[in-house]
């Protein structure tokens, strides 16, 4: 034993002697005993149906104070949680060796002097940089060197000896004394003069927007309090606009006040609660805009960048389930829309003064498997990033119409486009990585075609791709659809069935699971381990269509398609039945909690990742951030009977019944305003009587965070190596000897 290990081991024999929770047994060894929930049954009647919660009791019903004042809890919740903390520390204490060594597994390939490419606008270019030992990122910029082209013209600079780079923000001195610090946006003003950023200080997501006098290095008094991290500059860099975040946590207004300070000034209210809302400038300056849509509809108001304090006009009026996103192109508007049933999107243009929909024709028509994610504007070209059968590729077009596409000829990979910082320019830049291979930075010359690469994602303790076999299989699914699922492996690892695999999956929101490089999870595969990726519906990965197919009263196809995903693996020996972990966060841990009530004996152990697991008592309640705009995507129980009825059949706390359940791993964070501590608090109390299979049922709540986790990078880090090393505990049983 290393002294590393015999600290951690130490560590855990603490936990055991101190906890409340835990029981000495008849023999010579601590025997960990749960937390037992108290039980308070709450009779709920709603559109004539009737169900009881017993656990209802753990939602503060000072939610909202609490969010910002973690302290403010009621002290019977506290104490409950902190009970649930003590039993599982005590019952993972023989993984705290593992966990350590994973943890530096995954440390050690992360190059901690690090930074990204600058990405130049005008005479600045603007970069992150991370210092050895730093949990945070330094913003910085450093004057330009070379030609570029700025308000029309073009301008040369050069240095003999390279600058030195302006220190903008050191968020490790923000995060100074600070249990949870996170910056969620920052932004320099288009004269290069300010720099404002957004810090969430306890992981909440409400959020402060400082400004930064450059000049000075003086961060201005006036601070904005209560946002939603969302904001921009206008083009003549003297006034700044943001997104107000209300007392139950939603976007409602859009503010204005003079970028150095002063009087604040409302530029638009939203009155539908069920409508997300965030203002930035389009690629060319000339407008601001606000962006407002749900799941299924969406408008947008501008306002003329030379004139910022006038009102916001409407471009089209919003139309149930129409969606549309625009940016402006020197004398039009290029919007991305689903309009005229074109289900995986098409782009449109119209002049700038001709904003209806009766105005706006075809630029890129409508083609059925082909979702259109995204559009990067430069002044004479436009990038559109497109996704298919679970890939990605970038095609550039220029204003007269002539194509081409940057492409990848591999099985399983993740292109990205990252576009430009600047209008006036040639150069966009993307990404590319496989789960195999690490990220290569590029910069595309549009008018020439030519890409320099700029960057290669190192890996400090080494990583040779050749050594890893990535793989793209088709599950059939129930309905005989074909779910892609990503494969990576050593190449040594057998497939007969006798490797242990994690399947992760999300399926929600349209958001896709892209097949990217993570050094984290090769701390699983190096240890002979098979990692997958199901691509399930209600995720975008097969087109917007394959998420319209997994959303409301299609839901349940996500979950069929995850176990679908599992049996594929199975009948192709690459797992077996009770050798595989489960894995999804947020709506990921719907997901989990539904394949756990469907296919328990599928899983040696389920990690539900701030799980959104109790989800007919969520969207009853009018009162959280999310449920008015999610109504699109999960249904309105208050209101429709068979809404009601559907989210009922499903919902992964109402379905638990006497199983053999796998070993459970189920996390929060108390700060969280996505989904709410109780929410894996109560599906682990409601869980724990009702196993059958003697398998451990176990709760971690980070009473320092929010819906992301840890804040700091390497405070992240030992959290997915925590986790991680549930998934082998589970795989071995390891609660036998605990």
């Not at 190096?526 to 990692?531: A, L, N």
């Not at 305003?673 to 196993?691: G, I």
Request: glycine share 8%.
């Amino acid at each position: 034993m290393n002294r590393r290990e015999f600290v951690a081991t130490t560590a855990a024999s603490a936990v055991l002697a101190a906890s409340p929770a835990l029981a000495r047994s008849p023999g010579a060894q601590m025997s960990p005993t749960p937390p037992v929930a108290k039980r308070i049954p709450v009779v709920i009647e709603q559109l004539g149906r009737t169900r009881t919660d017993d656990y209802q009791w753990m939602k503060d019903d000072n939610w909202q104070a609490v969010l910002r004042d973690p302290t403010l809890i009621k002290a019977d919740v506290k104490e409950h949680l902190e009970a649930e903390n003590a039993y599982r520390e005590a019952m993972l204490a023989s993984t705290l060796p593992l966990q350590t060594r994973m943890f530096e597994e995954m440390k050690g390939r992360i190059k901690e002097d690090d930074s990204s490419v600058p990405a130049p606008d005008g005479p600045w270019a603007y970069f992150t940089a991370f210092q050895t030992g730093d949990q945070h990122p330094r913003y910085m910029r450093v004057e330009r060197q070379g030609t570029w082209t700025q308000d029309g013209r073009t301008v040369t600079k050069n240095f003999i000896v390279a600058p030195t780079p302006q220190l903008l923000l050191d968020c490790n001195a923000l995060a100074e004394g600070k249990a949870y610090s996170e910056v969620s946006a920052v932004e320099h003003s288009p004269d290069h003069s300010l720099f404002a950023y957004a810090e969430d200080a306890q992981g909440s997501e409400v959020h402060r927007i400082y400004v930064k006098d450059l000049a000075t290095g003086e961060v201005l008094p006036d601070v904005i309090q209560s946002a939603t991290g969302n904001f921009t500059f206008s083009p003549d860099s003297q006034w700044i606009f943001w997104t107000n975040r209300d007392d139950n946590g939603r976007p409602d207004k859009i503010f204005r006040r003079p970028a150095r300070g002063g009087e604040t000034t409302l530029v638009y209210e939203e009155t539908d609660d069920g409508m997300f809302m965030g203002v930035e400038r389009t690629s060319d300056d000339a407008f601001i805009v606000i962006g407002i849509q749900n799941q299924e509809t969406s408008e947008t108001r501008y306002i003329s960048g030379d004139q910022p304090t006038n009102a916001p006009q409407v471009l089209a009026e919003r139309e149930v389930a129409v969606r549309y996103d625009v940016d402006h192109w020197l004398d039009r508007w290029v919007i991305r829309t689903n309009a005229d049933d074109a289900i995986d999107f098409k782009i449109v243009q119209t002049l700038t003064e001709q904003t209806g929909r009766a105005s706006w024709t075809d630029l890129v028509p409508h083609t059925p498997g082909r979702f259109i994610e995204g559009v990067a504007l430069v002044k004479g070209f436009l990038a559109r990033q497109e996704r298919a059968d679970a890939n990605t590729k970038i095609v550039i077009r220029d204003r007269e119409g002539d194509e081409h596409e940057i492409a990848v000829d591999e099985p399983a990979y993740a292109l990205s486009l990252g576009g430009a910082s600047e209008f006036e320019t040639t150069t966009m830049r993307y990404g590319y990585n496989s789960p195999s291979t690490p990220t290569s930075t590029y910069d595309y010359d549009v008018l020439t075609r030519e890409r320099t690469l700029r960057k290669v994602q190192e890996v400090p303790s080494g990583h040779d791709p050749a050594d890893y076999v990535v793989e793209r299989l088709n599950a059939p699914a129930t309905d005989g659809q074909m779910v892609p699922v990503t494969v990576l492996r050593r190449r040594t690892t057998p497939v007969d069935g006798s490797a242990p695999l994690l399947l992760y999956g999300y399926g929600s929101y349209g958001i896709p699971m892209a097949a990217s490089f993570s050094t984290g999870r090769l701390s699983l595969v190096d240890r002979g381990w098979i990692y997958a990726i199901a691509h399930i519906r209600g995720g975008s990965d097969k087109g917007w269509g394959w998420f319209l197919d997994g959303r409301k009263f299609k839901k349940k196809n996500t979950f069929t398609d995850f176990t679908a995903a599992a049996d594929h693996l199975i009948a192709r020996n690459y797992a077996r039945a009770g050798n595989i972990v489960a894995q999804g966060g947020s709506a990921g841990g719907l997901l989990m909690g539904a394949v756990t009530n469907m296919r328990p004996e599928l899983w040696a152990g389920v990690i539900g990742q701030v799980p959104f697991v109790d989800v007919i008592n969520t969207m009853s309640d009018i009162s959280l951030p999310l449920t008015p705009p999610e109504w699109p995507e999960w249904g309105n129980p208050i209101e429709d009977v068979e809404a009601y009825d559907y989210i009922a059949s499903y919902s992964p706390y109402d379905n638990i019944e006497a199983r053999a359940y796998p070993a459970i791993l189920a996390t929060g964070g108390l700060s969280d305003p996505r989904v709410t501590y109780w929410e894996p608090e109560k599906w682990v109390a409601k869980l724990r009587p009702a196993t059958t299979s003697g398998k451990p049922v176990l709760l971690k709540i980070n009473m320092e965070a929010g819906h992301g986790g840890a804040s700091g990078r390497f405070d992240y880090l030992k959290e997915v190596a925590h986790d991680y090393a549930f998934a082998v505990w589970a795989i071995q049983k390891g609660w036998e000897t605990t």
